[in-house]
């Protein structure tokens, strides 16, 4: 599972990145479950960047308790999943980071230690997502999206099995264009990284509780196992 992830690169470089106009927005260092985070996605056939909340609920879902909300998407099968299946194949989204935590599991009795899983370059990613407007019985309405996780690649396989699946820039176009891009060619685009193209680095253990704008989290742990 894909629990919390940061992106600290600055607005022009995401704009850069994906050819979209891009609102001023802070670096951030631990965005959890339930936050608002940035999203690329296609609406009314144009490009377009916002804020939805990290917190996938169907559409068609009569109660949201019942969904989690979920945060990630096993990209096996998305078809066959009921939750994820319109998603999958008219509303794909990319969530721009700049690495992303994982909590390597610990014997029994002792406490899991986080890493902090960026590029190897320090570049910025894009993480294929699912999104989708859920609309409550009060009017309001909530775009949540998901980010898709396939098997870890050779560079994390040590400490973790599974992995936000990352898209190569010239996959990412294909990825939102559901007029053109079916589902199962879609799917086709869901991978690891190349080997080579990630470093894990150990970190504290405050990335468990601390804030978004605390960038000493990113700092590798200085002393043992955290």
């Known amino acids: 599972m894909t629990g ?50 990290w917190g996938f609920v169907p559409s068609w879902a009569k109660d949201p308790r019942r969904f989690g909300p979920l945060v990630n998407a096993r990209g096996e099968g998305l078809l066959d999943k009921a939750a994820f299946r319109g ?24 406490a ?26 009060d009017g309001s309405e909530v775009d949540g999206a998901a980010i898709v996780t396939v098997g870890a690649g050779g560079d994390i396989a040590g400490i973790a099995d599974r992995m936000p699946a990352v898209l190569a820039p010239a996959d990412c176009d294909r990825w939102l264009d559901s007029d053109r891009t079916s589902a199962v060619a879609a799917a086709s685009l869901l991978r690891p ?19 978004n704008d605390d960038p000493g989290l990113i700092e590798p742990a200085s002393t043992g196992p955290a």
Do not use: K
């Open 4 to 53: 919390r992830f940061i992106l600290t690169a600055p607005p022009e470089a995401v704009a850069a990145r994906f050819g979209l106009d891009v609102d001023w927005f802070p670096p951030r260092y631990n965005i959890a479950p339930g936050q608002p985070i940035a999203v690329v996605r296609h609406v009314r056939g144009r490009g377009e960047f916002g804020l939805v909340r």
């Open 112 to 137: 899991s230690r986080p890493w902090l899983v960026r590029p190897r370059d320090g570049g910025l990613m894009a993480f294929a997502g699912l999104w989708d407007p859920w609309l409550g019985a």
């Open 87 to 110: 998603a999958f194949q008219y509303r794909r989204c990319l969530i721009p980071a700049t690495g992303w935590y994982h909590w390597e599991r610990s014997p029994p009795g002792g």
């Open 193 to 211: 990284m190349p080997s080579g193209s990630l470093e894990a680095v150990p970190v504290g253990t405050r990335v468990n509780h601390a804030a």
